[in-house]
């Protein structure tokens, strides 16, 4: 690795404890079998090597896109935001997306963590993601002086970012902030399979033969040794050199020394090591490309990927679409945007399957013919064709049941025409049938032929023994021919019978289903005029419901007065027994009053009954269309309310605007004016002691107009010129303070670590000043949205 390395791995000058130095000349841990075992070596293992890099690019190379949800269901890509062009295409200038996905996801597999710092504008929108190297980055927990402890990631020993500044994408862990080192936890099992490696290669680099003793009598001293041992590896290393023969003389023996790789089961270690890296990865074994007996087995390539899918790649595709929620979508977005891995590749069965599963989406009208063709990466059909959503006819709602066979019947009350019986096959196969017979006949004809032959030729004394035995063949040919042939006439003669038969049949079915037919129509036209007869007589009884209902209550009324003025009558007879006939004929005519008055007050009942029937219909039309304007009002205070929520939101966002955009101009003349004194400690420290007393009333001069909105937005008591005052002191203080540790630390390089912390304030000291001012804000603002 060049010392112009990438800046995800390298940054500014040279220290001793600078982790890409010990990145640049190897460290690890010497394993008990032997190899030294670090992140780069792993890579050694072609198992661990295929691994990462499978799973890496597999979940990089699936399509990202960042989705907007619609307010009546179903979502879209939102192609115009930052973070879906930084996903999609290029997180910054110097990689494309599938590069730096893949980059990080290995950096989660091997290092167990996987970072990348988040560049953004005073407005805090994202502008860039730059890659950081595990060893750069340090999460730690900042202790405020009041409140909870807060996360914070360091980078290089020196500078510290918000976790809304970092990109992390960990592995499995016991705190819940980093990742196990998935190198140092498989330390031992890459050890093993480098040494099983290494052994190979040294035996075949010895010529596959082992070492051993070479022993003699005669005293040797260092140099005579060392020039036989220079002389034999001369002569028989390497795979080359395996079996040259090898001469002692001078009383040397050898004893060779040693295991034999079957001895060792070599084989069965290598095999077993990829075994355990597969375990470390969470891979199935097939992926790895090593076939062991007893090893699970797929029906088919779609299924083998479908569990390679759910038991490796889901995992890390989770963890990156959470992680993208939660710092690239904006807090005010949370919920209605939302970063989507299209996994569809993995998902899909093999092309009948999924032909089929598209057909029946195609046939109930959930997809037309253009969503079809794209989900196939196919263009959509010329004019618009394809937008036609189709649905097959017998698929028809309940209630639409009855309207729908009305129509066809009214439409086309002919019955379709019946099958016709296909005579003509039927003569056919007769005369096939006629032909076999023929040839049957004349075969057993021949057959009877050659077998009187062979009787003759066997009574016949002069009658050798081969023409016996070629008759006797002739006759068995013939006798096989014959045979044939009444088979095959059998069969043709019983298939033209059962043709025959199905014609009959056919001729029977459709008499049948003719018959069928006008029955069924009969049957329909009967059901018409029985409903058209039951739908009169029902609005006819319901008519005549509702006036016996009102005669019968009048009758009840006037029989009740009819018999109240009936024993009336009786009581007034027994009277006028005993009356003159003055005063019975004065008591009958005030009773005909009094009839005359009960009838007249019946006509007056039946008509206040109509009018309370009347007045009811009005109050049920009038509370229907109550209930109309009730739910219009509604919906009318709905959309207002997401008007004013969306207008607050609004309001609240060009606030923030303001506030950025004064800050922004205090802190560049502020950082200004540091970088003028930054060629000595001694300069820095007398211009921090002149330069902030004045400048914090100046801060609270250009500030204070911002705060009058917000204190006036906020409708508090507050003293607009008190909060800027207290503004302007606590920029001050944070300034100084970290002007003076930045001082007391005695950097080496004053302006390199000067200039750091500048293009920082820079970066995040507007926004951040934005935000602490608005925090009261966006609390009214969601109390409002809480209370509505």
Known sequence: MGLLSQRGVWSGGFSLKDPALAELFGSGTRTLAGPLVNELTAFACAAFWDGVQQISSDVAKLPLNLMKRRQNGGSDHFTDSRSYKLMKYSPNPEMRSMVFRRTITSHALVYGNGYAEIVRNPLRQPTALWLLHPKRVQPFYESPEKGQKRLRYRIDGEQVLDPTDMLHIQGLGDDGVAGFNVVGIAREALGLSLASQQFAAAFFGNGTRFGGVLSTDLDLDEEQEQGIRTQIEALHAKADKAFRLLILGGGFKFESSGVNPNEAQMKEIRDQQVTEIARFLNMPLHKLKLATPGAVSYASVEMSDLDYYKGCLLNWIQLWEEELNAKLVAPLEVGRQYFKHNVNGFLRADFKTRQEGLAVMHDRGVINADDWLELEDMNPQPDGQGQLYLVQGAMVPKDKVSAMADARITKDTTPPPAPVPDDQLVQDLDAKAARAEAIAEEARTAYQQEHDLRIAAEATAGATQEEVSVRRAAEGQALARATTAEILATELRLEAESQAARCAAAEAARVQA?????????????????????RLAAEQADGARGQMVDEAAAALALAEAAEARAMDAERLVAEATAATDATVAARL??????????????VVARQAVADATSQAAADREAHTAATARADTLCREAEALKRHQRDRLAGVLAAHRALIVDVAQRLVEREVD??????????????WIETFYVTFEGTFEEAILPAVRVHVAWKQSGEDPRQVARDLAHAHVEASTAHLRKMLAAETSDLQVALAHLLTRWEQDRPGQLADALLQDEIAHLAALEQAS
């Open 589 to 602: 005519e005030g009773l005909t009053a009094e009839l005359e008055a009960a009838q007249a007050a019946v």
């Open 673 to 686: 004016r540091a970088r003028s004194r930054q060629q000595s400690a001694e300069k820095l420290r007398g």
């Open 514 to 534: 003719d018959e069928d037919a006008a029955a069924a129509r009969a049957a329909v036209t009967a059901s018409e005029d029985a409903a058209a007869t039951a």
